[in-house]
């Protein structure tokens, strides 16, 4: 907003400097000559579109009501003595009125938005609330003095001022309209990306043909005017769409000076009116969904900006409890994906509730600082997490790296921390703040909880402070791996079988029942492996299941197409494939000697297990659903 309203709060006006004011008097000079002589439609001060009313808003904002004096001296120059060769200059009480309309409309609407809003408009509420209580008002006295002028001075009947009123309260809204907006977009202006100007260049470029079109025989083509500004106005922003929208505007006025083209109607004053209709409409809706786009996006990012505040302890800036429990989860699975290895750390500040009760609870807080600066100069990997896990415990998450290189970082943690050199007396015999760490490590992250590592690296940090504090302790827990003879796959102790849940089902007994039997079939061909079985008995259980699989999948697909699954012919594409995938690494395991492990990584885990827990879940509330119209629509008795 320019000013704040009147009465309660006042603030002084951005100042209008000398340069300033000569160049929005230039523009509004400008603005008058077209309005009077391109816009014009051979009618005294009949025009859809008069950019001069909204020139005069803009400087009566920045200036006061004073400037409207001037600027009715300004329209009345211009107006007299500024003409096309040839054309002769209008009546003196007709330059008068169109002075007189802009000086008041343009001063109005800077009153009217003063009061009526404490900032600009920002949302499509504000637009209409700004229609109605600031464009509207000022455009019916801007609009009233001309109508009144050319019907009082015999210039038209009486009986067809009411078009000519209604023509010119559309074109003072529409310039109200167009000339604030761009306004605000120039006051903060931001350079526009390459992508955004593209965009402009094209949508100036598609305005321009449907234009041509329109006013050549093609009228309906005037209307793709308005959807390609409002693409626009989702992939520019405010300034972008406004330098698309006004050379728009302003083609589609001067173009129905040549001839009213699509907005031809039995008199001159009801095809003004239309046209000046259109153009308003289209202003508006543009304006409206650029607004609406913009609180979206807005939201967006305080939406993002708060969940990363959420994320965050308030007062070490580490991340908190509740997103150390979602990385670490998301690290065991990665680590079960990849059979890779993850740490975890536990760093405890050392007899921290005799520091507070010592030096106070600032000082405790200003040593949680320090200490969280000191983690996070360690540990800065981009992969690693740091957060604070409650009051003065710390943990780390570290991907990737082993028990050695876990213990050498905590160790390296324990130094950063002694070397702050923060006087503790209260911890003896170090004297100053030390920390306790311990580590835990997990291999391939196989029915691994975060409640389970948790508390691994936490029990190495009870052993690491009953040994005597300052010290690091690493868990000797690990989750063992074990190596069959067909390969070389690593397969934690615990992974013997893939167990089966009540929440995989579907509701349909037949898929259920042919899902329960793959899973058992794959936990046989895992036994096997594990077993270290001779070839031709693993195969021969390939084989089986390959037949299962087959069964179920046309079973399946003879379902989802019989209850009307809309993504069925992509389900049994998948299928296909699936079944294509299979059937290869098969005739490889038993023809080209490929080793048993790549062969059940795909068929029991790609085809079986993630197929049936990630596609297939897709349409169980589909299925459900159905099943419950069903048993809510009993058939209805049969007819002999």
Not at 321 to 340: F, G, K, T, V, Y
Not at 445 to 473: E, F, W
């Amino acid at each position: 907003m320019d000013r704040p309203p009147t009465g309660k709060t006042t603030a002084l006006r951005p100042p209008a400097d000398a340069a300033w004011l000569f160049t929005a008097l230039a523009a509004y000079c400008a603005a008058a000559w077209l309005d009077a002589n391109v816009f014009a439609l051979n009618v005294h001060n009949l025009t859809p579109l008069r950019l001069g009313a909204g020139v005069a808003m803009v400087v009566c904002l920045r200036t006061g009501w004073q400037s409207m004096p001037l600027i009715a001296a300004l329209s009345l120059s211009m107006t007299l003595l500024v003409q096309p060769a040839g054309h002769a200059a209008p009546p003196l009480s007709c330059a008068l009125s169109a002075a007189v309309s802009d000086a008041l409309a343009g001063g109005m609407a800077a009153l009217l938005l003063q009061h009526a809003f404490t900032a600009p408009p920002a949302s499509v509420p504000d637009l209409f609330r700004a229609v109605g209580r600031v464009c509207l008002p000022a455009a019916v006295a801007g609009g009233g003095v001309i109508a009144l002028q050319q019907a009082a001075g015999g210039y038209m009947p009486w009986n067809q001022a009411g078009h000519l009123f209604a023509t010119l309260v559309m074109a003072v809204c529409l310039g109200l309209l167009l000339v604030y907006p761009l306004y605000r977009a120039c006051a903060a202006y931001r350079e526009l990306t390459g992508r955004e100007c593209r965009w402009v260049g094209g949508v100036l470029g598609g305005n321009l043909l449907f234009l041509l079109l329109s006013f050549n025989g093609y009228g309906g083509c005037i209307y793709f005017i308005m959807p390609l500004l409002v693409l626009l106005a989702y992939h520019a922003r405010l300034h972008g769409l406004m330098l698309a929208l006004v050379p728009s505007v302003m083609a589609v006025a001067y173009g129905a000076t040549m001839g009213f083209g699509p907005f031809q109607m039995p008199t001159t004053g009801e095809a003004a009116f239309l046209l000046a209709t259109f153009l308003c409409s289209t202003t508006m809706v543009t304006l409206g969904v650029a607004l609406h786009n913009r609180q979206l996006l807005n939201a967006d990012s305080s939406r993002e900006m708060w969940e990363q505040k959420a994320q965050r302890d308030p007062l070490t800036g580490l991340f908190n409890r509740s997103r150390l429990d979602c990385a670490l989860e998301a690290e065991l699975r990665r680590a079960q994906r990849s059979e890779d290895v993850l740490s975890l750390l536990m760093v405890d500040v050392d007899n921290f509730k005799a520091y507070n009760d010592i030096h106070g609870h600032l000082a405790g807080d200003a040593c949680l600082r320090a200490v969280a600066h000191a983690l996070r100069t360690v540990v800065h990997r981009a992969p690693d997490l740091v957060a604070r896990y409650g009051g003065e415990e710390f943990a780390c998450v570290l991907p990737g790296t082993a028990e050695t290189g876990a213990a050498q970082l905590a160790d390296r943690i324990r130094r950063a921390v002694a070397e702050l050199c923060i006087t503790h007396p209260g911890n003896t015999p170090a004297a100053h703040v030390t920390v306790s760490v311990g580590v835990a490590t997990v291999r391939g992250g196989h029915d691994t909880t975060p409640h389970q590592i948790i508390d691994m690296a936490d029990r190495a940090l009870y052993r690491a402070k009953a040994s005597g504090r300052n010290r690091v302790d690493t868990a000797s827990e690990t989750l063992p791996l074990l190596s069959c003879q067909h390969g070389g796959l690593r397969v934690p102790g615990e992974l013997l079988r893939l167990a089966w849940s009540s929440t995989y089902e579907c509701g349909e007994a037949r898929i259920d029942a042919q899902h329960r039997q793959l899973f058992e079939m794959v936990n046989r061909l895992l036994a096997a492996f594990l077993d270290n079985a001779p070839r031709p008995a693993c195969l021969a259980i390939i084989h089986e299941l390959l037949t299962a699989l087959a069964e179920h999948f046309h079973d399946e697909e003879a379902v989802l197409r019989s209850r009307g699954y809309p993504d069925a012919e992509h389900h049994a594409e998948l299928h296909a494939t699936l079944l294509e995938a299979a059937g290869n690494l098969a005739a490889r395991y038993e023809h080209a000697g490929l080793p048993l492990d790549a062969a059940l990584r795909v068929i029991a885990h790609e085809v079986v297990a993630r197929h049936m827990l990630d596609d297939d879940t897709k349409f169980h509330p589909y299925m459900q659903a159905t099943s419950e119209q069903r048993a809510a629509c009993p058939p209805g008795p049969r007819i002999r």
